[in-house]
């Protein structure tokens, strides 16, 4: 039966959700939906726009990803959900693209979403490997 660790990573506030920062099971850690707020003062008001707001969510995901030991080049697949897909989707995808070298993207599904907690226009999730 394999090992199941949940993360719940010191210095970062909890998350919005009742859940965990990151799981990890058989050198898989998936990490909770990141949005754009502040992680050393998460009160504060989102970034206004997609491109600051993507920005923000990625940088969030790295220091997730880095208090675990592993670094963006460990993403295997990425989840994006945009409240507005239409005006959004180009914008998100220059930042998006900055954080990934062009031979070490992972798979990516984005799609279209209602709302967001605290009406973030994105929030990404994803599955890196140890």
């Not at 997730?64 to 295997?76: E, H, P, T």
């Amino acid at each position: 039966m394999s090992t199941i660790a949940r993360h719940m990573v010191p210095g970062l506030p909890p998350s919005m959700s009742p859940s965990s920062h990151a799981v990890e099971v058989d050198g898989f850690v998936f990490l909770t939906g990141q949005f754009a707020r502040d992680l050393d003062d998460p009160g504060l008001q989102l970034p206004e726009g997609i491109a600051a707001q993507t920005e923000r969510t990625l940088k969030n995901m790295e220091r997730v990803l880095a208090s675990l030991g592993l670094g963006m080049d460990r993403i295997v697949s990425v989840r994006a959900f945009l409240t507005n897909f239409k005006r959004d989707y180009d914008e998100m995808n220059k930042v998006y693209a900055r954080f990934f070298q062009p031979d070490q993207r992972p798979t990516r599904t984005c799609v279209g979403v209602t709302d967001l907690v605290r009406d973030a226009l994105i929030e990404i999730d994803c599955v890196a490997k140890r």
